[in-house]
Each structure stands twice: as C-alpha cells, then as structure tokens.
T-cell receptor, first 115, second 116 residues
Framework: DTAVSQTPKYLVTQMGNDKSIKCEQN?????MYWYKQDSKKFLKIMFS???????INETVPNRFSPKSPDKAHLNLHINSLELGDSAVYFC??????????????FGPGTRLTVT | AQSVAQPEDQVNVAEGNPLTVKCTYS??????LFWYVQYPNRGLQFLLK??????LVKGSYGFEAEFNKSQTSFHLKKPSALVSDSALYFC??????????????FGTGTQLKVEL
C-alpha cells in the first residue's frame, strides 16, 4: 500500500490556467506538507497543516492555496499558472509530537510543466 | 533561523570503498537532523535521524551518520559503497517551531556517484 500518494504524477498546462494537485496519506499522521523542488533540485517547504489547521505558510504567492478537508488529505490549488511555477511538487506527512514523530514521509511527486 | 550546508555538489567513489557525504548545520537549540535519499524521478526516502543519544546513528541500507556537536556536523557514511547507492542525498535540520510545525530545512543536495 502506498503511504503517501499524489495525483497526478505529471501535469502539463498553459500559462494562466488553474490546476490542482491532490495528496493522500494512509499513515495515520496528523501533519501534512507541500514542498517545491526546483530545476536545481533545491527543496523548499511551502505549507504545512496539522489536523486541518494551517501551521506553516512560507513566502508563497497567494495564487497557491492549500486545502485540507481532513487530516489524511492535503490538496494544492494553483491559480493563474506562470512559467516559474514549473517544478516538482512533493507532499509529505509526519506525526506531530511523540516518540514516532519527527521524520517526514514523502509522496512520489507531481511534475508540473507550464508552457 | 535554521540552515544546512552540503559543501559538495557531487561525490564520486569506487564501489567497495567507504563513502562520506558531508553536512553542517545551524539551528537555535538542540538540532534534530535527518538524511534523505532521492532516486531519479522518485520522492525522498528517509534514511536516518539524530534526535538525542548516541552520536553515531545507523539507518537504512547500511548507512550511518555521526553527529558532532562541536563541529555542528552530521556526515553520512557507509563502509562499502554499492553502485545502487548512486542517488541524490539531502541533509535536513529541524528545530521545534514555536506554535507547532515540524519545519524541515534541507541542504542543496549531494549527488553520489558510485562507479565500478
């Protein structure tokens, strides 16, 4: 069973469009994250939700809006896509607190290409 | 603020030789340190972590890392490299984020290439 899954795996779209990426985890974790990995493989956190509450919100354009319907799901909606949004987006999850916490488990990534 | 430095973009090693991938960190308070590996077109896989206790931590696939507080380092090591170890390795640091949030800061990654 896949622990952290993302859909779609690849997303090709034109500038100005709106798109969503979905993430689901079956690890029973209470915290989920979105990361962006650029073409140089640099990895940066964008958002984090704990029990559906936004707890980390880095300097990200407000065209990006995360939504967490429940603690097992974290979606990322992007409005008015720009060329610079092309990247690989990773979802991750972890448990907040307790002896089994700290490490994050990553999904396979969604490669977004904006043309 | 927390930060991680991986001074080598690429490390080349012959199969069977020991390997070291370097990482230094900066964080307020006690550091929580991690190594992840990324194979091509895949997500990051957790290798090992240091939270507290023994400075030498052992992880998956025969990897280990040594925490050195005085040098603020957490170098990844393996006694005998395999060609299949070739991948991109990330070091990450975390401090307890006030108000919650396990915010990880990643290094820029080190490409490990193991050759026959």
């Amino acid at each position: 069973d896949t622990a952290v899954s993302q859909t779609p795996k690849y997303l090709v779209t034109q500038m100005g469009n709106d798109k969503s990426i979905k993430c689901e985890q079956n690890l029973g974790h209470d915290t989920m994250y979105w990361y962006k990995q650029d073409s140089k493989k640099f990895l940066k956190i964008m958002f984090s939700y704990n029990n559906k509450e936004l707890i980390i919100n880095e300097t990200v354009p407000n065209r990006f809006s995360p939504k967490s319907p429940d603690k097992a799901h974290l979606n990322l909606h992007i409005n008015s896509l720009e060329l610079g949004d092309s990247a690989v987006y990773f979802c991750a999850s972890s448990q907040m607190g307790g002896p089994g916490s700290y490490e994050q488990y990553f999904g396979p990534g969604t490669r977004l290409t904006v043309t | 603020a927390q930060s991680v430095a991986q001074p080598e973009d690429q490390v080349n090693v012959a199969e069977g030789n020991p390997l070291t991938v370097k990482c230094t960190y900066s964080v307020s308070g006690n550091p929580y340190l991690f190594w992840y590996v990324q194979y091509p077109n895949r997500g990051l896989q957790f290798l090992l972590k240091y939270i507290t206790g023994d400075n030498l931590v052992k992880g998956s696939y025969g990897f280990e890392a040594e925490f050195n507080k005085s040098q603020t380092s957490f170098h990844l090591k393996k006694p005998s490299a395999l060609v299949s170890d070739s991948a991109l390795y990330f070091c990450a640091v975390r401090a307890l984020f006030t108000g919650g949030g396990n915010k990880l800061t990643f290094g820029t990654g080190t490409q490990l290439k193991v050759e026959l």
